[in-house]
Each structure stands twice: as C-alpha cells, then as structure tokens.
C-alpha cells in the first residue's frame, strides 16, 4: 500500500510541471521520473531535458507486447507554445510503425493538446489521472499494462511473428544452447537448424545479452545473406570494428592484422557472429576459403560464431580453415515447457483468456510439433481472431474453426512445393502419407521400397540418408536420437484433407519418372 505522503507527492509534482516550466522545474521533472522508475519497478535511462519536456527510455521489456520494450517517453508540463513543438520533435523521432511511444501530460489541457498531435492507436497518452491511477496502483505495472491495452489495438500489441526473430522476454528455451554461447568463451561454434527454428534468435538474443552484461566483449553480428561475396563480407565486418577507407577497401591478407591493432583501442574481446552463411561458404569453397583464412587468424585474437542451415558438416571436414575448431549447436523443437510459455505467455499479457487453456495448449503443441514459427503461427491467428470479434477471450472452437480455413491448409502443406529436389519431394510424401514416427534409416527405406520400383530406382540419385537430412532442414522431419519423425502433426492431418497427399504422390512420381536416369 502506497503511502499518503508518496500519493501527495506525486500529485504535487503533476501540479508544479502543469503550471510553469523553469530551472526548478527540472528538478521537480527529475523526482517524478525517479517516482515512475521506482513505483513501476523499471529502470529509466537517456534522461534529458528540453523546454517543456524531459524525454526517456522506460525499460517495459517485461511486458510481451510488440512495440513495447525500450519504451520512448516524453513528461510534458508548463503552459506555453513551446510545448506543441517539442511534442511534435517527439513524434516526428519515435513515431514508427513498430515503436509505440508513451506520452506524460502533466494536465487536462496538455492531454488535449496531445490528442489533436499525436495519431490513436500508435501512442500511448497519460493524462493527469491515468499517472495518478497507475502510479498509486497496488501493481503499478499491472495497470500500466492495461492502460497499453485499452490504447492500443490488439493487431499492433501481438508479440507473435513468423517473420523477425524474437528476443527479451519473447525468447524462450534454448538456455543450454545460450550457455554454451555464453561462457564456452575458448570454443568457435556452428549453430545449425532448419529454417524458422530459431537460429537467428538464438544468435540475436545472446548479442543482447552480452551488451546488457556491460561484460569486455562486443558482439559484431552481421547477416551473411546480404553479402555479395567474401570480400564483401571482410569489409563489413571491418567497417563495424573502424568506419573509414582502409575498412572500406579491406583484404583478405590485411583483416588478421587490421583486427589485432584495433583489439586494444577495443579493450574487449571481439565476438564475430555470422549468421545465415550458407550461400556465403558455399563461395567461399569455390574460391578457396579466402575469408576463412582470413577469419581463423583472426580467431586467435576473437572468437566466431556460425548460422546456418546446411553448414552442420563443415566443422568436421578437415578440408576447410576453422575444422576442428567449431563446436556444433544443432536446434530442434523446444522443450515442452518453454513451447508451454510462448503460447500462453502472450495470451497473458494481452489480457486474452484461453477457455480449457490445457487441452487448447496441449492441441497446439501436438499440431506444431514445438516448433517455435508454427506455434507462433497459431498464436498470432488467434489474436486476430479475437480482435476481429471484439473479444477477450479464445477456446478450442476457435481453434477448430482455424483449421478448417484454406488458408491454414495452405500454410502447412507449401512445405512441399519448397522442395525442389524431386526424389527428395516423393520421399517427403510418402512418410507424411504414412505419418513417419521414430522411423530408422532402414524402416524408411521399406516404406519407399514401392516408389523405388515405379519411378526406376530413384534412390539410388541421392543416398537416403542425405535426403533425409535435407528434409530436416526442410522442417518435414526431426531427428529423434538415431531416427526420424515428421516434424509435426499439422503436416499429415492437412497434407491428408481432400486427397491432397493422393495426388501429389502420383504428380511427383509422373515426374521422376519421366526424368531421364542419371
């Protein structure tokens, strides 16, 4: 319970910001910012001061909401026009589709003023008696959040996406992995995995931790899918250790030396994460390993990290600078209780309620196999749900209605057309047709045995084994210890509907077939 002298404070310091705006006033604007942090239990940072306003970040990554996190805020107080302008600066800087910013108007009048500046739906506005409300709150926090809640349209808060990887309190699982990342600090590392099973979050999540620690390291992170090549990539990573021409027209033969003279202007140990690298090594065994080369001398005075989704092979091959090094992180289906939390957890801060909340979870995670896009995927789909029908609540009928949709259909079985390889493809069908469960190499081999016989022997182009790999990339099967399942039930109970599974198994061996033999 709050006391009266803390209440009466902040009503005092609201009174003194509405009326004037001086030297003193800072001092008033500074109190009350301390009062927000410590009533909200959340750290501020990036205070300053100008005019009417003092602007800063409010640290709401608790909250599992999208465009919530590092919040921007602006305390606006005194009376006159400079007030409208720096709203308007404020604005005009954090008003991004994807950052939503909280405005604090210290009076009625300024609550106003904001409302004809800033757009609905995309800033949050406390007047005078939304601060009083939340900040004299039992749970501060709590009525924040539903403050958020009431403002903001669901469509903008859902913290499901299929499409960024997630970090802060969206990141679940994966803590093993993490701490291997985290303080395995003499090993190199390959983390490998399918598409969409969390590689990229993985990788971004463990930069933000190393920054958050304040620990002597920097985590240089760079997306390799957007380098043309080799050379491209060394320069990108030079650019990011010391902007300037000598970066910018970087070789190979100079980067190992370019990175020990900036190691000690530095001071930190040099985290060099490369993520999405297939394309890249794949130039790079074309061109010799130019920038591996390059990277394992540099490795001596850092350390790197690898992503990629075929890439698992490379630590291993002696043929290649860095083999023997790279210890390999592979990513599978997250555990049942974090697949759990990042279904529910949303839900929760959202203020959506899931009747018979057990079986509608345990449905899910059936469905999606635990893999993090495809429970997101249903999350996100149930929140539109609900904000379409104006409701705060979801259960298992909307679940179902859900999987009746084309498009749900659709979602899970383009899959299949993602797979060019052929043979590759007829396998991929046949064990979803057959509903694959901890299946060894040889008990596959059985169920393509009649496939084999019409379409003339076409294991024999690729060994079953590499196909089978490719489709746990593919994210048609998992490993499972020393055998294989499909990698989720959604696959066979869609790909089965309306003879889907049929067709494509005859179109796929028409095809293999017609192929001439190799």
Not at 219 to 241: S, T
Request: charge should be neutral.
């Amino acid at each position: 319970m709050m006391s009266r002298d803390v209440e009466e404070k902040i009503r005092e310091d609201l009174d003194r910001l509405a009326r004037d705006w001086g030297r003193d006033t800072t001092r008033i604007a500074e109190e009350f910012v301390q009062i927000w942090s410590e009533n909200l239990g959340c750290s501020v940072s990036h205070l300053a001061h100008r005019g009417n306003g003092t602007t800063l970040r409010t640290d709401l990554t608790c909250f599992r909401l999208a465009g919530i996190g590092n919040a921007p805020c602006l305390l606006i107080g005194g009376d006159g026009p400079l007030g409208r302008e720096i709203m308007a600066e404020f604005q005009k800087s954090f008003g991004s589709e994807r950052i939503i910013p909280i405005v604090l108007c210290s009076s009625a009048e300024l609550y106003v003023e904001a409302s004809s500046i800033y757009p609905k739906s995309r800033t949050i506005l406390l007047a005078r008696q939304h601060l009083l409300q939340i900040l004299t709150a039992t749970d501060p926090l709590k009525a924040l959040r539903m403050e958020i809640i009431r403002q903001i349209p669901l469509l903008r808060l859902t913290p499901f996406t299929i499409t960024r990887p997630v970090t802060g309190s969206m990141f679940f699982g994966r803590e093993r992995e993490m701490e291997q990342l985290l303080y395995s600090t003499e090993s190199d590392f390959i983390v490998a995995g399918a598409g969409k099973i969390g590689k990229t979050s993985l990788l971004k999540e463990f930069e933000r931790r190393v920054k958050r620690s304040q620990e002597r390291r920097t985590v240089i992170y760079v997306d390799c899918y957007q380098h043309r090549g080799p050379e491209d990539l060394i320069r990108h990573i030079a650019m990011e250790l010391q902007p300037g021409r000598r970066a910018f027209k970087m070789h190979f033969e100079d980067f190992p030396t370019f990175l020990r003279y900036n190691i000690p202007r530095l001071g930190k140990m040099i985290e060099l994460v490369l993520d999405e690298t297939d394309e890249i090594l794949q130039m790079e065994a074309n061109a010799g390993y130019p920038a591996l080369k390059a990277l394992r001398k540099a490795a001596e005075v850092g350390r790197i990290i690898l992503g990629g989704r075929k890439i698992s092979s490379w630590g291993s091959n002696g043929e290649i600078p860095l083999a023997g090094r790279l210890r390999i992180l592979r990513l599978g289906a997250l555990e049942k209780e974090p697949a759990e939390q990042l279904f529910t957890a949303p839900f929760e801060d959202m203020g959506i309620t899931i009747d018979d909340r057990k079986a509608v979870r345990k449905h899910i995670l059936n469905m999606a196999g635990r893999l993090p896009h495809l429970i997101q995927w249903y999350g996100g789909n149930l929140v539109s749900t609900a904000a379409q029908e104006g409701r705060s609540k979801i259960g298992m009928q909307d679940v179902r209605q859900l999987e009746r949709q084309f498009e749900t259909r659709y979602y899970f079985t383009s899959v299949f057309e993602n797979i060019k390889e052929l043979d590759a493809k007829l396998v991929a069908l046949i064990l979803t047709k057959n509903h694959l469960h901890q299946a060894a190499l040889t008990d596959i081999a059985n169920l393509t045995e009649k496939a084999d016989a019409v379409v003339g022997n076409f294991i024999s182009i690729r060994n079953l084994d590499e196909i089978c790999d490719d489709l746990v990339i593919y994210n048609v099967l998992r490993w499972e210890g020393d055998s294989y399942s499909l990698a989720n039930d959604a696959l066979h109970h869609f790909a089965n509907q309306a003879g889907f599974l049929d067709y494509k198994l005859q179109e796929t061996q028409k095809e293999l077939a017609s192929q001439p033999v190799v």
